[in-house]
Nanobody, 114 residues
Framework: QVQLVESGGGLVQAGGSLRLSCAAS????????VAWYRQAPGKQREFVAS???????YYADSVKGRFTISRDNAKNTVYLQMNSLKPEDTAVYYC????????WGQGTQVTVSS
């Protein structure tokens, strides 16, 4: 069964940075878009950023200019560089492969203190 594994989360002060990684078993990222999502306590999961197989990127307005998504096809890994973090970025972050969604991974917790 394909597994998505997110890592790199942690506790950081407002204004700080974190780099998240999303790794997958097998080569499921090959030729596919990969996206990051997040879910804050009491809220629905929301789109954060995506990257197509060709490298085109899309961002939610709330993170545009602060977050950067990238991919390393050789390592079958997608990254999310998060800069200028805000308390409202606090959430569990997940990755997946829209529009063909896989089983969600455990996610990685990001906590931004004010």
């Amino acid at each position: 069964q394909v597994q998505l594994v997110e890592s790199g989360g942690g506790l950081v002060q407002a204004g700080g940075s974190l780099r998240l990684s999303c790794a997958a078993s097998g080569s499921i990222f090959s030729g596919r878009a990969v996206a990051w999502y997040r879910q804050a306590p009491g809220k629905q999961r929301e789109f954060v950023a995506s990257i197509t197989s060709g490298g085109t990127t899309y961002y939610a307005d709330s993170v545009k200019g602060r977050f950067t998504i990238s991919r390393d096809n050789a390592k079958n890994t997608v990254y999310l560089q998060m800069n200028s973090l805000k308390p409202e970025d606090t959430a569990v972050y997940y990755c997946n492969t829209p529009p063909l969604f896989r089983s969600w991974g455990q996610g990685t917790q990001v906590t931004v203190s004010s």
